[in-house]
């Protein structure tokens, strides 16, 4: 029986220390894994699509397909599924909701690699862009260190207010933080480098396909530029185009095993993930493994023969 895990159904099985410990491991082993593959093209229309394959990680049973299609005016703004399959036969184990799937496993390696990058100090938050996304980071975050302080920018300023102090501009939310998040939809760049300073860490989640953009090119030259995959950031993320040098650029993997420095100098951080596919499978793993325990997921059976009833 194939498990139909709705985003009520991910959310409710998700335990958070759980998903982060699945994540951070996931990075360290990295450098076991197969080459990762995303596939992506533009839809007539305003969407995109995006396949994520295949998501695997070493001691998992399991590996995971995603299709995503991303609508920015709609909500939820993602939509598809991730399927979960049985690493000996193929069996399909669960169907799971991809935005809610896609928002925490991205929220929680932003998190993980925030905690990393930041000063042990840094307390304060910016969010630019305060949907979904930077929710979930957030939340995050919340478990790795203490935020005293969040300042948020939105185009809704009703939706920034929901989850921080509301600020005017994307400029007075950093000029006011240690820690940067951008979680938008920007193909314009939202900070120049005349924003940085000493010790500013920033994590942008729009450099998730190409033409996307929040941080000038600038702003990533004067900074040590973090990555979660070097040859796909410079397929379709950040080094992609006439971005900052790939060479330059150091992969989170690197960071969490130790064997790269987090801050060797007081230089500005950015982490501009792309998004890789074992980290689906970090998550929906376990959510799998707690919703069959729970036993409250619907479940269907796709090889009922015909007829039956």
Partial sequence: MTLLLSRADV??????????????????????LPPAHRVGTALPGPGTAMCLLPGLLPDVPAYTVKVNAKFPGATPALRGIVCLHSLADGELLALLDSASVTAWRTGLAAA???HALAPEHARTVAVIGAGAQS???????????????VYAYDLDPDRAAAI????????AAVEAA????TATWSREPLLDADVLRPGLHLTALGFDERGKTELSPALLRASRLVVDDRALATASGVLHGSGPDPDRAVELADVLRGTVPARPDDRPTVFAPIGLPWQDLALAWPVHLAARSAGSASAFDFHRPPGFH
């Fill in 135 to 149: 929710r979930t980071t957030l939340r995050a975050l919340r478990t790795l260190r203490p935020v005293d302080e």
């Fill in 178 to 181: 240690d820690i940067v998040i």
């Fill in 112 to 114: 993980l690699a925030t």
């Fill in 164 to 171: 921080g102090r509301a600020v005017p501009t994307a400029r």
């Fill in 11 to 32: 959310e409710a099985a998700l335990d958070l220390p759980t998903a982060l410990a699945a994540l951070d491991a996931g990075f360290r082993t990295a450098d076991r």
